[in-house]
């Protein structure tokens, strides 16, 4: 099955750092920009962070912009994400998933993956 497998998640104390990682498994990064999204109880899922697939340009949502940083290595078939400085707020399940291009809307991301656990204690 064509899917992405995230891991890295655990349990941190505010202030602590985490770094995440989404490997593709059955198909190629290359052609593929991929997003990061999280969700918590009662809510929709939240963007959170999106790579390029060929420009490497990346955004993120403000309420995480100068503590996450998402990159990618394609020969390794991954894209990471560094989390530092984190708060309560960040506590969620964290989903990758790829798009063609980082403008699209979350209903257009495809080959989700089962998600790892943040938890963020004060």
């Known amino acids: 099955q064509l899917q992405f497998v995230e891991s890295g998640g655990g349990l941190v104390q505010t202030g602590g750092s985490l770094r995440l990682s989404c490997y593709a498994s059955?198909?190629?990064?290359?052609?593929?920009?991929v997003g990061w999204f999280r969700q918590v109880p009662g809510k929709y899922r939240e963007g959170v962070s999106c790579?390029?697939?060929?420009?490497?340009?990346?955004f993120y949502t403000e309420s995480v912009k100068g503590r996450f940083t998402i990159s990618r290595h394609n020969a390794k078939n991954t894209v990471y994400l560094q989390m530092n400085s984190l708060k309560p707020d960040d506590t969620a399940v964290y989903y990758c998933?790829?798009?063609?291009?980082?403008?699209?809307?979350?209903?257009?991301?495809?080959?989700w993956g089962q998600g790892t656990q943040v938890t963020v204690s004060s």
């Open positions: 998933a790829a798009v063609g291009n980082c403008q699209q809307a979350q209903d257009e991301f495809n080959y």
């Open positions: 059955g198909f190629t990064l290359d052609h593929f920009a």
């Open positions: 790579i390029g697939s060929s420009d490497d340009a990346t």
